[in-house]
């Protein structure tokens, strides 16, 4: 299993280019401890820093040298496809062959309006843009979209959120995917990945494109101390976006139960963690699990500690349970 972090890179008390470099002293770290992927998200708001990913997955890409390089997503449907494409071959050249693409519809709307499109075409915009994408991708060059990419052809991942049409959808395009699981019971979305899956061989691909769970989490040495120092995090961004969204404050109840082997937080320590990991591979049978530690503000010094903890501890413990799994499957699509 591909394990990693991905992070939004949230503002609450420092300003962008502060939080920037603590940023990329993150991806340095997870690439020094090991870890396989580190991916940040596109945003158009003032509480996060990062508008542009792949300019931030650059800076990384001078700082580290293994570790695969993604977007958290790139919000597809108000962008264009083949400047998306240029960075991400450019960002692979620069990097030997690391970038990654994760292309999402985006949870957060401010990017429709600002860039001149229309909230109502959501759906068809990021259809018809992923399948330009997927074109432009295949052959870039024949179409004059340069510079190439590295690699043979740029890794795709597809994000879905709720949608077993997506789901679907991805596994019909040979495309992996990246399941996100921030809230309820994780067998909930066992049917989303027997729908890709289903979908993928149906379609003919074979091996079968691969699944990623992404999720919250923060780790500490002691259960309790995780949870006490990521609960007021939680609740500031959880409650922030919940007064946009018509949520409910979070409730200390339920951020506690939300950690537990059958919740969708991994918020523990590092045993809980990787218990957690392979409960879930049991459910899913994924080969990337990436993890947000920074949801909502957390200091510098303990998003690194988290980071160490889940390179030094959690990665080998969860390699060493699942090297003798070696099912099939395209992990880069």
Do not use: C
Not at 156 to 179: F, H, K, Q, T
Not at 211 to 229: K, P, R, V
Not at 252 to 269: D, I
Not at 303 to 315: N, P
Request: proline letters at 7%; aromatic letters at 8%; zero cysteines.
């Amino acid at each position: 299993m591909e394990l990693g972090i991905y992070s939004f890179a949230e503002l609450e008390d420092q300003t962008p280019g502060e939080r920037l470099r603590d940023l990329l002293e993150e991806v340095e770290l997870a690439d020094q401890l090991g870890l396989d992927v580190f991916g940040v998200g596109e945003h158009h708001r003032p509480d996060f820093a990062v508008s542009a990913p792949p300019v931030v997955l650059a800076a990384a890409g001078e700082r580290t040298k293994r570790i695969r390089l993604t977007s958290a997503v790139t919000v597809l449907s108000s962008d264009d496809p083949i400047r998306v494409h240029q960075q991400y071959a450019t960002l692979d050249q620069l990097t030997g062959g690391r970038a990654e693409i994760m292309a999402g519809r985006g949870s957060f709307i401010e990017s429709f309006p600002l860039f001149g499109y229309d909230l109502h075409d959501y759906d068809e915009l990021f259809e018809e843009k992923l399948d330009r994408l997927l074109d432009i991708r295949s052959h870039p060059a024949e179409l004059g979209v340069y510079p190439v990419p590295a690699q043979p052809m740029l890794p795709v991942w597809v994000a879905v959120g709720g949608s077993p049409e997506s789901a679907a959808r991805a596994g019909r395009l040979g495309l992996p995917m990246a399941l996100a699981i921030i809230g309820g019971m994780p067998e909930r979305f066992v049917p989303f990945a027997e729908v890709h899956r289903q979908a993928a061989i149906d379609a003919g691909h074979d091996p079968v494109p691969a699944l990623s769970i992404n999720s919250h989490g923060y780790i500490a040495e002691t259960s309790q101390q995780a949870a006490d120092e990521a609960f007021p995090a939680f609740k500031r961004m959880m409650d922030r976006i919940g007064r946009e969204r018509g949520w409910p404050p979070l409730e200390r109840a339920t951020f506690e139960a939300s950690r537990t082997r059958r919740g969708a937080n991994f918020v523990g320590s590092p045993q809980e963690v990787i218990e957690k990991i392979l409960f879930q591979h049991e459910l899913f049978q994924h080969r990337r699990f990436l993890v947000q530690f920074s949801v909502g503000t957390l200091p510098h010094r303990q998003i690194m500690r988290s980071i160490e903890l889940f390179g030094t501890e959690v990665a080998p413990a969860v390699r060493k349970a699942l090297a003798s799994d070696g099912a099939a499957v395209q992990i880069h699509g």
